[in-house]
């Protein structure tokens, strides 16, 4: 696909399905959770340190443990896929195990089961992420294709995880269903059946068609520390890029504990609630591509600080409108923010990237992206207890100090069409 190796198309087409899986999860646990199918806490609507524990925050950890788990086992699995030179075997055990957690959601009757399914969950999601994305910077035949490569890469995995709640709307919103023998599924269990369904997909396609390139094993320390400091800036840039892209998703995932209070405020249903939401995965897909390619030939700076300028307001707006409409709206801005940041980010990183350490090094920012998915529906769910503005607000603030980190710390890492040197160094 216009000069794209095989097998990262290929390792895109498995992410899309294994995200397809991922965001079902994000729609359907909160309503699960909220339905009275599934038993709370004898403690919710009781308070801990004067904060109320309401069903939204409950919801909002639920959300938040995939990402915790997830993010603090990454570089672990990272190093671990360094070190033994292998990727794909990663891979398929971390598909295995979202697989059968898929199966558990529907098998489980009290809130504590389910967060011990969720935690799970987030282990093999920590052995899927970073050896993919190790794997498509291994791929990458030099830095002047590396943006464009991740680029097609988050295109493929964000339509999976954009148009997911969409499908995940309806497909709980249809059921029950009727099935032979005069049994019915539910529309929640019919859900968690497409969440494993997606997941199978995703182990056939890495298991039949992806080949591994050779690589030497990284002949790396257990010093799993990341470097704070730089030489020619303060900080070092891979740091730098962490934390703003932690902010970064702290913003994205601000909205997903939020589903009811923004129903009502915007006076919709389940199914605008998923189109908005996917609303920031439909710019990324349409914008993805272009901008890592972009960025492989004009520099990777100019999208790193203009795509923060952007995201801003862009969260702040979020916390103010009143239709459905303009919500629609603003968070498309958002994803169009996310797209300017996120392939230049991994890209920068990946040109940083000691060699046979790519996995290491990426995982610093998937890390903090996993992170910052699971700070983000727990602070939105405490957060939203002082006024349904507060956590976008936040989020906002957050935003502008990733700007001001990337714009003082990160410099060019691209030597330019133009000749130009590269400025960038760890």
Known sequence: MFGTDRRVVVLALARMADAVANSFLIIVLPLYIASGELALPAFEGASVLGIPLTVELLIGVALSLFGFVNSFAQPFTGRLSDRTARRKIYILFGLVVLAVTSVAYALVESYEALLVVRALQGLGGAFVIPTTIALVNDLARSDAERGGNFGVFNTFRLIGFGFGPIVAGVVVQAGPYALPLGTELSGFNAAFGVAVLGALVSFTLVTVLIEEPPMAAADATDDLSIAVFG????LDPVFVLGVATFFMAVSIALFATLQEPINDRLSQGPL???????????????????????????????????????????????????????????????????????????????????????????????????????????????????????????????????????????????????????????
């Open 231 to 234: 030489d020619s800036r303060l």
């Open 272 to 426: 605008w609630f998923g189109i908005q939401f996917a609303a920031v995965v439909v710019a990324n897909v349409i914008l993805q591509m272009p901008i890592g390619r972009a960025a492989d030939r004009i520099g990777r700076r100019p999208f790193l600080v203009w795509g923060l300028v952007l995201l801003v307001p862009a969260v702040l707006a979020q916390g103010l409108v009143t239709s459905s409409w303009t919500m629609l709206v603003v968070r498309l801005l958002h994803g169009v923010s996310v797209a300017m940041v996120f392939a230049p980010a991994l890209a920068v990183a990946g040109d940083l990237a000691e060699e046979g350490e790519s996995g290491t090094t990426l995982s610093v920012l998937t890390m903090a992206f996993g992170l910052g998915t699971a700070v983000g529906p727990l602070s939105s769910g405490v957060l939203f207890g002082y006024a349904f503005v507060v956590p976008f607000a936040a989020g906002a603030v957050l935003a502008f100090l990733a700007l001001v980190l990337v714009a003082t710390q990160v410099e060019e890492t691209l030597e330019t069409a133009t000749g130009g040197p590269i400025l960038g160094g760890r």
